[in-house]
Nanobody
Framework: QVQLVESGGGLVQAGGSLTLSCAAS????????MAWYRQAPGKQRELVAR???????NYADSVKGRFTISRDNAKNTVYLQMNSLNPEDTAVYYC??????????????WGQGTQLTVSS
């Protein structure tokens, strides 16, 4: 009923840039927050950046100053602009959204994940 579809992952050299996108679609009444998480091999999933409606963004310390999260409310889409990438950023990146559906029910949704690989 609600889907999150990510795009934009791939292979990039260290020092490069890449932008991830995540579009929410379906029976959406409102979106309370949108966020990006990542999970590297053998590690737990971690929050990268979150944007709460009506509030400022917050970032993991490891990406502050390099990554920027933004949102297009009209398109229900969240972006993650990633600059100065390094091999430690290699992970599967997941989009997350807290969405209120048309029945006014609040759910947490996840995208399918997109792979980012940063080569040294």
């Amino acid at each position: 009923q609600v889907q999150l579809v990510e795009s934009g992952g791939g292979l990039v050299q260290a020092g490069g840039s890449l932008t991830l996108s995540c579009a929410a679609s379906g029976r959406i009444f409102s979106i309370n927050s949108m966020a990006w998480y990542r999970q590297a091999p053998g590690k737990q999933r971690e929050l990268v950046a979150r944007l709460i409606s009506g509030s400022s963004a917050n970032y993991a310390d490891s990406v502050k100053g390099r990554f920027t999260i933004s949102r297009d409310n009209a398109k229900n889409t969240v972006y993650l602009q990633m600059n100065s990438l390094n091999p430690e950023d290699t992970a599967v990146y997941y989009c997350n959204a807290e969405i209120v559906d048309l029945l006014r029910r609040n759910f947490d949704y996840w995208g399918q994940g997109t792979q980012l690989t940063v080569s040294s």
